[in-house]
């Protein structure tokens, strides 16, 4: 079993709709990372957080650390958004397997 | 304010060669990690480095992979002998204070594709 689990794994969506993208973990931690990987390969740090929630643009990262589970929400979903969307937990550094998200013009 | 560099961007060897990956951190940041994206896979973590030291390397294979980071420079991971599984986009990540657990924020650099022929 992995350390991290996130659902869905791939998600189609059309521009515009609201989209949510869960990671469950059963590690103990104090912060959860969420990451977003662009089709180049490059990796960019979304949110860090350890409780409650965050909101950067149209993202919106929650944490729930006793039932740990974190969601990532993007409202009003646009094409560059395209991108796989990965959590990490824990000291030994434990990553989901990633989201790979297409939104659809 | 630079972001995380690596060198090169891409790397190819020979199986049997040696690679040398190169990081530089921010500025300010004294923490160094490394990571592995085999192909159709999910980032590993390697190892964990703080200046002149290693702190976590329970991701790191036993054998022929190194980590270094010394007091100046860039935090070099070394793999010596190169096979084809060794094929893989290597990350390097930066943080001005210790592991993803102590609420420091990580920066990614833009990774290194080796390529084993």
């Known amino acids: 079993k992995n350390e991290v689990e996130q659902s869905p794994q791939n998600l189609t969506a059309q521009e515009g709709e609201f989209i949510t993208i869960n990671c469950s973990y059963s590690?103990?931690?104090?912060?959860l990372h969420w990451l977003q990987q662009h089709p180049g390969g490059g990796i960019v740090s979304l949110f860090m957080?350890?409780?409650g929630k965050k909101k950067h643009g149209r993202l919106i990262a929650t944490i729930n650390i006793q039932e740990k589970h974190s969601s990532l929400h993007i409202t009003a979903s646009h094409p560059r958004d395209s991108a796989v969307y990965i959590c990490a937990v824990g000291n030994q550094f434990y990553f989901g397997t990633g989201t790979s998200l297409t939104v659809i013009p | 304010n630079a972001g995380v560099m690596q060198n090169p961007r891409h790397l190819v060897r020979r199986r049997g060669q040696e690679a040398r990956l190169r990081c530089s951190p921010m500025k300010g940041h004294s923490h160094v990690y490394w990571y592995r994206q085999l192909p159709e896979e999910g980032l590993k973590f390697m190892v964990y480095?703080?200046?002149?030291?290693?702190?976590?390397e329970s991701g790191m294979p036993k054998e022929r992979f190194s980590a270094e980071f010394p007091k100046e420079g860039p935090s070099i991971l070394r793999i010596q002998q190169v096979v084809r599984g060794d094929s893989a986009a290597y990350f390097c990540?930066?943080?001005?204070?210790?592991?993803?657990?102590?609420?420091?924020?990580?920066?990614f650099g833009p990774g290194t594709r080796l390529t084993v022929l």
């Open positions: 990540a930066s943080s001005r204070a210790g592991g993803i657990d102590y609420n420091n924020e990580q920066f």
């Open positions: 957080l350890s409780s």
């Open positions: 590690v103990g931690i104090s912060a």
């Open positions: 480095l703080q200046k002149e030291n290693i702190i976590d």
